[in-house]
Each structure stands twice: as structure tokens, then as C-alpha cells.
């Protein structure tokens, strides 16, 4: 009951925005969704729009265990034992953790998965525990993108550590190449927007996600989104695949 009794600490201009958000969300159906794609194909960027238009709770398994060993609930204590012992947080603990999750008001609508299942496994058990609930995944997104145009888009990408303001060689350069447009100060690449460092992670990426998609594709519940087009185009496709 804690959450309840702090409501009447909340500013009644929140509470107003809340109860008309959830008025303007009853009439809206219920989605389950998993967006998949690899890093740089715009997940990240479609992500809040979909969480909006559609009212939908946005799931990132990794925050999402990170929180539950913070807040130490059952499941998180399991998983910091894991973690400590280095081992991998099992397949059962992340549903869990999932499944409890669907329980907050925020996923009454349903819910969008960004990052999990990366296995057939994960597919498997994700879809018993909705089983559980009467519920089953809707639609599988995914940000289908030629490796060549992600390698362009992400080894392009520059920073200016101080301020994250970000650039990028051929759609957004600097005045002055590697250098901040406002201070003059250099800019940097992030370690894991070299050439090697994504060659390894596009082919790990693969690897694992192709037999989830064939996994979802026998469901016939795959969209495959254009991630190569501009991001406005990319959601109009979303909203398409979604209606």
C-alpha cells in the first residue's frame, strides 16, 4: 500500500495528466509486441512512439533485472546470487521478472519487448507464462536493415563526450571535421561504434535472433519493417503492420 498512500504527495497536475492518459487509452486495443533488430536499426527511435500512440509498457529485460535486484524482490535476489556467482540469469527468473511486471497498471494495454526472447528457449517460455494469463504475443517487429547500411550508419557516428551532442560523418558532419561545432573541443568514437566491434556483434546478432524469427514466422506474426528508410516512413510502416 505504500504507492497508494503516496499519491496524495503527487503534484495534482501529474495526477490529472495520468487519469487522462489512462481515459484517452481505455478505448485502445491490447498489443503485445517484441521489436527486434540489430544495434543501429532504429528500435530505439520507434520505440517511445509506439509505447505512445498505442499505451503500451516498454520492457527492457536488462533495466528491468537491474531494478528487480535493486528493489530486492524475490526474483532479484535470485538473480544477484546468478550475477555474483557469475553466472547467467536463467530463462525462468527473466520471465518472472516479466511476468511480474505485467501486473503495473502501465502494461494493462499490453506491452512492448525490446531485447528478449534472444532464443527459441526464451520464445518458448515467454509464450507458456501469457499462455498462463489468457494472452498471447501479437506481433513480432522487426527491423530488417542491410549490415552494410547499419555499418555505414554506426561507424559514421562521432561525440563530443562533455555535452552527447552527436554527429555523423555523412548525415550530420561537424563544421570542422572531428571537431564540436560549439566548442571546438575534438570528438570521440565509441568503442563499440568501430568497424570490428559491430562486425562481431551484427554476426552474434544473427546467430541468435534468426531462429526466433523463424520461430515467430511459423505463427505468421512477423512484420518486416523497411529499417533502412527514414525514421518517419519506418513508423507509418509500424502503424501500418500494427492496424
Known sequence: M?????????PSVDLMT??????KCEPKPDKRL????PPGSGKGTQSPIIKDEYCLCHLATG?????????????????????????LVSDD???????????????????ILDGFPRTVVQAQKLDEMLDKRGVKVDKVLNFAIDDAILEE?????????????????????????????VTGEPLIQ???????????RLEAFHKQTEPVIDYYNKKGIVANLPADKPPQEVT??????LS
Open 2 to 10: 505504500a504507492a497508494t498512500a503516496n499519491l496524495e504527495d503527487v
Open 18 to 23: 495520468e487519469l487522462l492518459r489512462r481515459m
Open 34 to 37: 517484441i521489436l527486434v533488430g
Open 63 to 87: 533495466d528491468m533485472l537491474r531494478a528487480a535486484v535493486a528493489a530486492k524482490t524475490p526474483l532479484g535476489i535470485k538473480a544477484k546470487e546468478a550475477m555474483e556467482k557469475g553466472e
Open 93 to 111: 527468473l527473466v520471465v518472472g521478472i516479466i511476468d511480474d511486471a505485467l501486473k503495473k497498471p502501465s502494461c494493462q494495454k499490453g506491452f
Open 153 to 181: 550508419r554506426i561507424t559514421g557516428r562521432w561525440i563530443h563526450s562533455s555535452s552527447g551532442r552527436t554527429y555523423h560523418t555523412k548525415f550530420a558532419p561537424p563544421k570542422t571535421p572531428g571537431v564540436d561545432d
Open 190 to 200: 565509441r568503442k563499440d561504434d568501430t568497424a570490428a566491434v559491430l562486425t562481431s
Open 236 to 241: 507509418s510502416e509500424v502503424k501500418k503492420a
